[in-house]
């Protein structure tokens, strides 16, 4: 549905383009039909390298692996498929329909009148202000490359995330307890974060379970009002009930917003990963040692390690000699352990028609401390009797939950939750810091969960963006057959980058795998208008023209496309920047990404480019290349 959003800007360019160039000629005095016939003929080549073009950016994207992958693979192919149609209908329907509909007209309404007369004076200032920018060519050249520039320190003021944590109508509640508590304790826990919760007036139902999945855990479930009928957001009220449930004493138990891309609910955003091959009681130390330098920083919070070597044991020691004297087998005296204390399935019956299981185990009144053990009694080899506390000693100590290990190493991974308004990249860039300056080299790092999944979609969407500057470069130089006018063309996204970035940065977005497609998909866009421009200068220069002459003339007509085509992906675009209710930070992401991007990119190609065709391209053009459009 977002591709084909989308698509409504992008696949009326190539048709804006063929009419603009149709209805110059019939406004020149040619009639409808060889109008039709001159105009695509001229402009058949420009339409083939824009579609040709944008389709090969959603290439890379439409090959992406990872969860990336999975989320824009159906996105790229619409778009290019859409794109691949447009330049086809453009081509043959729209030449066609212009033959039977266009025709010039002496008189015309007031209200062309007056758009006209206002592009009539656009065109007339832009004119005079590009020959003043030919004439002072490194002034030109010296802006361009200080706007390129600002791409890098926009690129740093931004926040970095996987994705941004939309509106899903759901607030989850993990509950922690100490090691060692019972599903007693950690239901009447339970209840209180349920009296929380029942007391949220946007709260129509909520599931709460205790003991999951350890019975010293819980999660508790909250569904929230549909978007349209509340007025606070899921953020807003997982914000509101937090400190409710960080006073609850004896466990902790926080609220958390779901992961965007559908991860598990129990994890974490931050997943920092420890591992040496140092013992685990160093291993512990160490932990402990980055999650309370962590605790300092506002934006991490519910910081808990996955190494826990505290968990409550009875050790049970047995001993051999007496068990030996009173023939007391020792897998009878575990056997008996287990049926009395564990519970054994010994048998089934049948009543009613309905099957029952027949479980052996101690009364819960008598299995509550370390000396119930004691008071047990194990069958000796003579059929007598013997109590327990005879043949055992029973030790109280402590032992560790789990062993993890990661990449075959001992490892420790500590996780977080996020505050509102830091991000993950913030928090990851703030725990490699703190491990460098605290681990002095004892252990390695890495990553899990969502923050694994960070780390390699940002890298995966950085070599996405440069094939997709390789594939156009590509295409542009089979098409020209030059490797100097694709380079020019390529130009026009550095020109780009820096507006896409700005509107990232004062909307309040985040570089996140939403934004970065759509930076990847401005790559097609804005290059349209490099091709608009350097391939009618090289026509004009074919026909005779001067370099000059041909690059201002040519930049003069393709004016009114430009800008056409440039306000309809815009406008396909603001509906994205603008979007409200569930769902619409992504979406705003995007927008605001094409919208910032095309504005500024726009204005400043129509004065970066043709100064650089100037310099850059060739000083001899063959006459060959006016045959362009009849090839095409």
């Keep these: 549905l977002l591709a084909l959003v989308m698509a409504i800007g992008l696949v009326v360019d190539d048709a804006i383009v063929m009419l603009e160039n149709i209805h110059r000629h019939v406004e020149d005095g040619e009639s409808p039909m060889r109008a039709a016939f001159l105009g695509s003929r001229e402009i058949a080549f420009a339409v083939i390298a824009m579609s040709l073009t944008l389709a090969a950016v959603y290439v890379p994207i439409g090959f992406m692996t990872g969860s990336t992958g999975k989320l824009f693979t159906e996105f790229a192919w619409v778009l290019a498929g859409a794109v691949l149609v447009s330049g086809f209908v453009a081509l043959t329907l729209s030449p066609m329909l212009c033959s039977r509909w ?305 990449n075959q190493l001992r490892s420790a991974t500590i996780s977080a939750s996020l505050a509102p308004g830091y991000t993950l990249g913030q928090a990851l860039a703030y725990m490699d810091e703190l491990a460098a300056s605290e681990l002095s080299g004892l252990a390695q790092t890495d990553y899990a969960g969502q923050s694994r999944e960070f780390k390699r979609s940002s890298s995966g969407i950085y070599v996405t963006f440069l094939l997709a500057l390789a594939f156009i470069y590509l295409v542009l130089a089979a098409q020209f057959e030059s490797w100097r006018n694709p380079l020019i063309i390529m130009l026009t996204v550095p020109l780009a980058v820096p507006g896409a970035l700005a509107a990232l940065y004062f909307s309040g977005g985040t570089l996140n795998i939403y934004s970065q497609v759509g930076l990847v998909t401005l790559i097609g866009l804005i290059t349209k208008h490099g091709i608009l421009i350097v391939e009618f200068a090289t026509q004009l220069r074919a026909r005779g023209l001067d370099m000059f002459d041909a690059v201002e003339r040519a930049a003069k007509l393709r004016l009114r496309p430009i800008l056409m085509t440039t306000g309809a992906m815009v406008l396909g675009a603001v509906p994205l920047a603008i979007a409200t209710g569930a769902g619409a930070e992504s979406r705003q992401d995007i927008g605001w990404v094409i919208v910032g991007g095309l504005l500024v990119g726009t204005f400043f190609t129509l004065f970066v480019i043709p100064v650089v065709y100037t310099l850059l391209s060739p000083r001899e053009v063959s006459a060959e290349l006016d045959t362009l459009g009849e090839q095409a």
């Design 102 to 406: 266009i025709r010039h007209q002496d008189k015309h309404g007031a209200v062309y009148r007056v758009i006209e007369g206002g592009l009539n004076r656009l065109t007339a200032g832009y004119t005079r202000t590009l020959h003043a920018a030919l004439r002072s060519r490194a002034l030109v050249l010296v802006i361009g490359l200080g706007v390129a520039s600002m791409s890098a320190v926009l690129y740093q003021s931004l926040n970095e995330e996987l994705a941004p944590y939309e509106d899903q109508g759901t607030v989850v509640i993990p509950i922690i307890a100490p090691e060692g508590a019972t599903i007693d304790y950690t239901t009447g826990y339970a209840l209180q974060v349920e009296e929380i919760v029942a007391g949220i007036p946007e709260v129509p139902r909520y599931f709460v379970v205790a003991g999951f999945p350890t019975v010293s855990q819980g999660i508790s479930f909250v569904k929230l009002l549909p978007w349209d009928e509340r007025e606070r957001t899921q953020q807003d009220i997982a914000a509101e009930i937090s400190p409710q449930l960080f006073g609850i004493p004896g466990v902790l138990a926080f609220a958390v917003n779901p992961p965007p891309l559908g991860q598990s609910v129990r994890s974490k955003p931050v997943e920092f990963v420890l591992q040496t091959s140092l013992p685990y009681e160093e291993l512990q130390a160490m932990s402990e040692r980055i999650i309370e330098k962590a605790a300092e920083n506002p934006g991490l919070q519910n910081l808990e390690s996955d190494l826990k070597l505290n968990k409550p044991q009875l050790k049970v020691n047995v001993d051999r000699d007496k068990v030996a004297d009173l023939d007391v087998g020792v897998e009878t005296l575990g056997r008996t352990l287990e049926s009395m204390l564990g519970g054994r399935q010994v048998t089934r019956f049948k009543r009613e028609g309905e099957q029952y299981d027949v479980v052996v185990q101690v009364a819960d009144v008598d299995r509550t401390n370390a000396d119930d053990l004691r008071r047990l009694y194990v069958r000796g080899g003579d059929g007598e009797m013997v109590q327990l506390s005879n043949l055992v000693t029973v030790e109280e100590t402590v032992a560790p939950k789990e062993l993890n290990h990661f």
